[in-house]
């Protein structure tokens, strides 16, 4: 690479948990710049979450990181070109890559869901995540099985 790597950008804890981790997935959740309008849908669907899951010990946000995590891939598979064929190599994921794949994983599964509102899906997708199924984690599911089934080819990893 000939240029420099550029520096991170310092990320502001949200407004009503003071987390850091809120504001990415929010950041992640906007549209056109919409800030405002995605931390009311996120919020609300915490708010949901809380409704739906009244029995829990663990507060709202609480649940959101146990989804996120549930719903966290290790490894994936990258393209690899050896000699004319194409390889599926398994790879490990970098924590913050790690981060950002599970939360645009429950943002796509959550607009591709049936609802009302943007906030009622994306709360059924964190109860589903945070109970082991929904299409986020059967995203991660897949993820894993195809490096399990490629792992033969990791002596490629670059």
């Known amino acids: 690479m000939r240029k420099t790597k550029p520096k991170k950008r310092q990320i502001l804890p949200d407004p009503v948990f003071g987390d850091v981790k809120v504001t ?20 609300s669907a915490l708010e949901t979450v809380k409704a739906k899951l009244p029995n829990e010990e663990k507060s709202s946000l609480e649940v959101w ?7 966290t891939p290790q490894v994936e ?12 190599v398994p790879t490990e994921i970098r924590p913050d890559r790690k981060e950002s794949v599970s939360m645009k994983n429950m ?8 609802g009302k ?24 599911e897949d993820m894993h099985r195809m490096a399990e089934a490629n792992r033969a080819f990791a002596h490629f990893r670059f």
């Open 117 to 140: 509102t943007m906030a009622d899906k994306l709360a059924a997708e964190i109860v589903d995540a945070f109970n082991g199924q929904g299409g986020a984690f059967k995203r991660k």
């Open 65 to 71: 990181k146990a989804a996120l995590d549930n719903i």
């Open 107 to 114: 943002i796509l599964y959550a607009r591709k869901r049936g």
């Open 24 to 43: 990415r997935f929010v950041n992640h959740l906007m549209y056109d710049g919409k800030k405002s309008v995605a931390f009311t849908i996120f919020y």
């Open 77 to 88: 598979v990258k393209s690899r070109r050896v000699g004319g064929a194409t390889f599926q």
